[in-house]
Structure formats: structure tokens, C-alpha cells
């Protein structure tokens, strides 16, 4: 599990720290052309109109509806270009469900490849689909897998090619010596522990710490916060100054590079300002190559704009998030639990789909 982060992620992270388809609708082909009297609009059936100059019945959008097709129905174009009324879902889906839109879901997040990467969707398209830091916060048959597009989500076990127990299971960091013992359905390494991703250094069990790693999962490589054992040389603690990319620090994460401090996880940025050196900090992302995570930084710009208020860059915020979904500040998270009660926890559906607190939908 070599980091690639060593050498292609802390120049970037650097710069971060300097400058900061649709509903179809289905309607009767009976429609007697007597309904329509010519004198009221709403003498046609739900959904038509009456076309007071030819006396028949239109859709709303003024085309003729087809009374002479027998019983065949007439369906809008939504289904004619390539979905059909069985492709739409009776109601809303549990997690690993089919869907297009979020409010198929009962957890109200529809994932696309954007946000799960192609290699978990292929086969299904979209899922239902919620955020999380291990894989014990998700149902039993689903694990959390995190591809690199800045947190990891509940996906069923199949489409992860895991193979976790039927109940319960050894938590990140455990040691092991098959799969089947963990939770999260991955044990690897040497000495085995189980692999799971992790938001925080609590997450993690054993001589594992909650640290970036190169992981390789369904052919992709992605720098991901896993639960892990330090190489030997990795003494530091979040805060420690560091010089040499991460190596000597437990988190596997220095920056800036050359010349900067041992930098440890975030879910949110209550999470940093619960560490001594960062009670006065902040949970912000940063590019690792095409991969994004997210870490402490020491300190919070409290003259920049409170989440919530309208912002043009990331550079404006507090958070150091500028929503380019939402034209507002945010704040960071992993998970529903990090943000207000009136909010949830999800991604963007504009650029990186990062996630950050939003009302709840």
C-alpha cells in the first residue's frame, strides 16, 4: 500500500493551503373529441388542454392528441427516447436501489458515476446511496467505499466485490486472516488487518492509525483515509513540524511540503478543533492528483464570510468552500451527523462533488 501521495499530491494540497432523466407521463388514447366544447380550457382530461380554435383536445403543449390509435396508450417523449414506464421506480428506493433522481430515494441521494466512480455503477447505473466514514455506519451486506471523489459512501458489498460477514465484524485496523472477518470485507497487508476507510483517528483499532494510503480497489488506485498500520520511520503526530512529503508523519500527510506540520483527518471541522494543535482551525479539501480528502489546517480566517452567505471563491469563506452548486459558504462533512439538524451531509452536483452541509431535502 505505497502512498502515491509522496510524489504527486502535496504540491497541490499546498496551493490549497495558500490560496486556499425524467418523469414519463401516461395518459388514455380515448379521448372523445366531444369533451371538448370550444368555451372552457378545462374541459379536457387532466394533463390536456382544449385548442378553442379547432375544438379538439391538446396536450399543454398545443400538439394534437391522437384519438384514432384504439387502445394504445399515448406516452410523452421522456419514454419514447429511451426509457419505458417499468425503467420508473414505484416508490422511493432503499440504499443499493435503482434510480435518476434523489427523490427515488428514501435516503434522498441518487449517485451517479461521478460520485461512486464508474467501476461501483456500470452495471446498475445510479444507485441510493448515503455518506459515510466506516463501514460499520452502513447496513449490514453494504460496505463504505470511497473512490477518491472526497468521502466514502454505503454501496452494496457485490458491487464492491467485498465479502463482509453477515453480521457484525472486525472494525478497520483489526488484526485478521481472512476477509469474511471484517467488516468492511477487505483484510490485507502484512501482517493482515482489516482495511476500512476512516474519517478520524477513533476510527481505527489495534496498532492502525487513520492515515492516507494508495488503495487499489475494482482496477483504480485512489489516495483514500484508511485505517493502517505507520511504517516504522512514521513517528510524528498531527501537528509535529515535517519536512520530508509525510513520511515521518503517522498520517502519512505534510504540508506545506518542505516546510510544514504532520497534518491529521477531518470529517468536519469540529473534528480539528477537537485536537489540541487545532482548536482554532478547520476541516478543508485538497487534491491529491485527480483524487480529493480532506485534513486539518491550523487556523480559521474569522474576518472572511460565515457559512450561508453568498460568495464568489473558496478564498471568501471560513470553511475555505465556496458551494458552486449553492453561490454559498459551506461547511465540510462526511456524514449527516456533522451537520445541523435542518441539514444533511451531500455532494455537489457542480464540479468535485464534495460534500458539505446543505438543508436537508
Known amino acids: 500500500m505505497k502512498s502515491r501521495l509522496r510524489t504527486r499530491v502535496l504540491g497541490a494540497a499546498a496551493l490549497v493551503f495558500f490560496t486556499g432523466a425524467g418523469c414519463s407521463l401516461i395518459v388514455s388514447g380515448e379521448v372523445p373529441e366531444f369533451q371538448c366544447d370550444g368555451t372552457s380550457r378545462s374541459a379536457c382530461p387532466s394533463g390536456q388542454q382544449c385548442d378553442l380554435s379547432s375544438k379538439k383536445c391538446t396536450s399543454l403543449d398545443g400538439s394534437v392528441i391522437d384519438t384514432d390509435s ?59 446511496t448515503t455518506p459515510c466514514c466506516t463501514s460499520a455506519e452502513c447496513p449490514a451486506s453494504f ?89 516504522a520511520a512514521a513517528t510524528k503526530v498531527a501537528g509535529d513540524t515535517c519536512t520530508d512529503q509525510g513520511q515521518s508523519c503517522r498520517s502519512n500527510v505534510c504540508i506545506p511540503v518542505g516546510s ?48 450561508g452567505l453568498p460568495c464568489a471563491m473558496d478564498s471568501a469563506c471560513q470553511s475555505d468552500l465556496c458551494d458552486p452548486e449553492l453561490k454559498k459558504c459551506v461547511e465540510v462533512c462526511s456524514k449527516d451527523s456533522d451537520c445541523l439538524t435542518n441539514e444533511a451531509c451531500r455532494p455537489s452536483a457542480v464540479n468535485a462533488p464534495f460534500l458539505r452541509c446543505v438543508p436537508r431535502p
Open 143 to 231: 460496505v463504505c467505499f470511497n473512490g477518491g471523489t472526497g468521502g466514502g459512501y454505503c454501496v452494496p458489498k457485490t458491487l464492491a466485490q467485498r465479502t463482509p460477514p453477515a453480521s457484525g465484524g472486525l472494525l478497520g485496523g483489526a488484526a485478521c486472516t481472512t476477509s469474511s472477518q471484517c467488516r468492511s470485507g477487505l483484510c490485507t497487508g502484512t501482517p493482515k488487518t482489516c482495511l476500512d476507510t476512516c474519517c478520524a483517528l477513533t476510527d481505527c483499532t489495534g496498532a492502525s492509525t487513520c492515515r492516507i494510503e494508495t488503495i487499489t480497489a475494482l482496477g483504480a488506485a485512489h489516495d483514500i483515509w484508511v485505517c493502517a498500520t505507520p511504517e
Open 260 to 307: 510544514g506540520i504532520c497534518r491529521p483527518p477531518c470529517s468536519d471541522t469540529d473534528a480539528c478543533r477537537a485536537l489540541p494543535l487545532f482548536v482554532n482551525g478547520h476541516c478543508i479539501y485538497a487534491p491529491s492528483g485527480t483524487d480529493s480528502f480532506k485534513f486539518c489546517l491550523a487556523t480559521t480566517f474569522t474576518a472572511r464570510l460565515a457559512a
Open 70 to 128: 384504439g387502445d394504445e396508450d399515448v406516452v410523452t417523449d421522456d419514454v419514447r427516447d429511451g426509457g419505458s414506464e417499468s425503467d420508473a421506480p414505484p416508490g422511493p428506493g432503499d440504499l443499493g436501489a435503482k434510480c435518476r433522481l434523489d427523490v427515488e430515494c428514501k435516503s434522498k441521494l441518487c449517485a451517479s458515476g461521478t460520485i461512486l466512480t464508474t467501476a461501483i455503477t456500470s452495471t446498475t447505473g445510479p444507485i441510493c
